[in-house]
């Protein structure tokens, strides 16, 4: 991409433009070097001696003033000088079309007389784009748009352009262009909100005494107004400042922002927010925080096509067979307070919101048979993009069967925005490693690194092993093991008057890292030691276990392997799909009986077994395995439908 510095030449289509037309909108997709070419235009003209102003209009990376806002400014002496801005409180150009359109007509209406060049945001498909450029050209009041598109890809909103009647220039895009990928993209806007911020000073605020504009939180969750980039307007609705919002105490609002002239009688907030890693982004519609969850997952009837849903809770994570006992296997587990899930086996995923799969992060894969791994697919398609590579595990031949599954696509349109996956096959005691990615012929080896005991993946929080058993082609049963449980005493905390918040979670981090010197914030603005807040805020208890199992043959070998795995777990997931009375088929099959499971359970000495992966032959009535199970196992096991 161009320097800053980086002059046109006299010949340039832009310049040329722009000495027929005062006002010109420069649009193309993100990546194609708008902001760039905007300054390298503004930079020439200003050597020449003619006023150039630029108008951004992107809120989520703008090449001019603090994101989060529209801004006009003017180069001058190598560098962009601030005239004016319109805070819009999101880094989103196409939810919140409306009110940046408004912006850009606030904004344009002010520009002096002179070349002025419209920086339009990265929107430019579907109907978010079709709507947008058009309306940021009539209230930018341009009289020329130039366009950057290569002959091979079309600009997208070309017949929206043609309608607008404007002289029309197409542009490829420098060659050095890149598209930055979403991580870049946060990393940068958080750093220029950072320097905004430089000079901010703390100020108070009484909330009644304000309008309160945009999309706010409810005053009622005070925990999700910290963060939030706030508009500080004057009586007339001109901005006077962009901050970000301390807390909201009661009535009293606590708010860190550059010095600002005049008094504010408005503030705007929609979702731009500061997150917990430190960086700006857009928030997540706000949903109350429940220290127990609620139930996410609503048993089927009986009747229906893969039966009941069993569910367990194990205080950090909540686990769920998707597709019911009778199903392909699939358990969800979902950390709680995060946005993360990782998944045993990957069977038939339809059951899953779409969104979910941008955020597992790894998946244990039992072995290869298709109602185990036939979901990667859905995962394969919902990873096209700026994602990072997801983790998968499983036995010997995983990298090339997954492989198979991705080289059976057409990959010619994806480059940067391919699926990347890392695999690890347990070999012994050793994990061997594969890097895939859509669109390569072949897998690429990775270093192996040692998995003792059948040590798949550990952080902190929890770690995940396994072992192998036999079905008549290796498959692995899995033991998700938490750390320390950390919960919060509720009335100890609100006998401190303090609010669960995100803070919260920043404490039990520190605790669960040994790391007890570390300050916290807490919401009145003070500082605490995490060793401090953890006597008086917090209960520790051991992890709880949970063990799965499926698809293994009733072998000596294997119950002395599974028995060891699920020794002592607070919940084993294991398969049953055959009665003692079907023996003959689960030996043939390489599958246990009902029996077969609640004695394994029972050697284990779990607390709780949860049976699945019926034979679809007892469909109309499980009472008969769970009466074969209940006799070999001692506990209670779940019935369907079941939680716990």
């Keep these: 991409m161009p320097a800053p510095t980086e002059h046109l030449p006299a010949h340039h289509p832009l310049l040329a433009l722009l000495q027929r037309h005062e006002r010109v909108l420069v649009a193309g997709a993100p990546g194609s070097g708008k902001s760039t070419l905007v300054r390298a235009a503004s930079a020439t003209l200003a050597a020449e001696g003619q006023p150039c102003h630029c108008l951004s209009a992107d809120p989520g990376l703008p090449g001019i003033g603090p994101p989060g806002a529209a801004c006009l400014a003017r180069w001058e002496d190598g560098a962009w000088r601030l005239a004016a801005i319109v805070a819009l409180a999101t880094l989103d150009a196409a939810r919140f079309r409306l009110p940046l359109v408004q912006a850009v007509r606030r904004l344009a209406e002010q520009a002096p007389a002179g070349a002025l060049l419209l920086d339009a945001p990265g929107v430019v498909r579907g109907a978010a784009g079709a709507e947008l450029l058009p309306a940021l050209a009539q209230a930018g009041s341009v009289g020329a748009l130039l366009l950057l598109a290569t002959e091979d890809t079309p600009f997208p909103l070309h017949e929206e352009c043609r309608a607008l009647g404007l002289e029309t220039v197409t542009l490829a895009p420098d060659p050095r262009a890149r598209h930055p990928g979403k991580r870049w993209r946060r990393a940068r806007r958080s750093d220029d909100w950072a320097a905004w911020l430089a000079t901010a000073r703390e100020a108070g605020f009484a909330l009644p005494e304000l309008a309160v504009t945009g999309a706010a939180p409810p005053r009622s969750a005070p925990e999700a107004w910290a963060g939030r980039q706030v508009g500080l307007l004057d009586a007339r609705g001109d901005t006077l400042g962009l901050g970000e919002i301390l807390a909201l105490e009661g009535e009293r609002l606590r708010i860190l922002a550059p010095t600002h002239a005049g008094t504010p009688r408005a503030l705007v907030i929609r979702d731009a927010r500061r997150g917990r890693d430190g960086q700006l982004g857009t928030a997540l519609p706000h949903s109350p925080i429940h220290e127990t969850p609620e139930p996410d997952d609503t048993p089927a009837p009986l009747e229906s096509r893969d039966g009941p849903r069993p569910r367990a809770d194990l205080g950090s994570f909540t686990a769920t067979l998707v597709n019911g006992v009778f199903g392909d296997p699939l358990l969800h587990l979902r950390l709680r307070h995060q946005s993360r899930s990782l998944l045993f086996d990957l069977g038939d995923p339809g059951r899953l919101p779409a969104r979910l799969a941008h955020q597992v992060s790894d998946v244990f894969i039992s072995h290869a048979h298709f109602d185990h791994i036939g979901g990667f697919l859905w995962l394969l398609r919902s990873r096209i993009g700026d994602y990072p590579p997801c983790r998968l595990y499983g036995p010997p031949g995983l990298a090339e069967h997954l492989q198979g599954l991705v080289s059976g696509i057409l990959w010619d349109r994806v480059a940067e ?98 790391e007890g010197e570390a300050r916290v914030e807490l919401p009145d603005g003070t500082t605490r030691t995490a060793a401090w807040l953890a006597e008086r805020l917090l209960m520790t208890r051991p992890g709880e276990r949970l063990v799965y199992a499926t698809d293994l043959g009733d072998t000596a070998e294997n119950r002395q392997r599974l028995v060891a795995l699920a020794r002592g777990a607070r919940v084993l997931f294991c398969e049953a799909p055959f009665l003692e009375a079907e023996a003959e088929q689960a030996r043939r099959t390489g599958h246990l009986t009902a029996r077969a499971c609640g004695e394994i359970a029972a050697a284990a000495g779990v607390a709780r077994l949860v049976p699945f992966h019926f034979s679809r032959r007892h469909i109309t009535d499980t009472r008969h395995l769970h009466d074969e199970i209940r006799r070999a196992f001692p506990g209670k096991p779940a019935e369907d439908g079941e939680t716990g």
């Design 417 to 514: 925005k391919a699926p990347r996956f890392e695999v690890g096959e347990l070999h012994g005691e050793h994990l061997v490693r594969w890097r895939i990615v859509a669109g390569e012929a072949r897998p690429a080896p990775l270093p192996s690194r040692p998995a003792p005991g059948g040590l798949l993946h550990e952080e902190l929080g929890f770690r995940v092993r396994a072992t192998p058993l036999d079905h008549g082609t290796p498959v692995l049963a899995f033991a998700l093991e938490p750390e320390r449980q950390v919960a919060v005493r509720k009335e100890r905390l609100a006998a401190h008057g303090w609010p669960p918040a995100p803070w919260l979670g920043t404490l039990k981090h520190h605790v669960l890292a040994g």
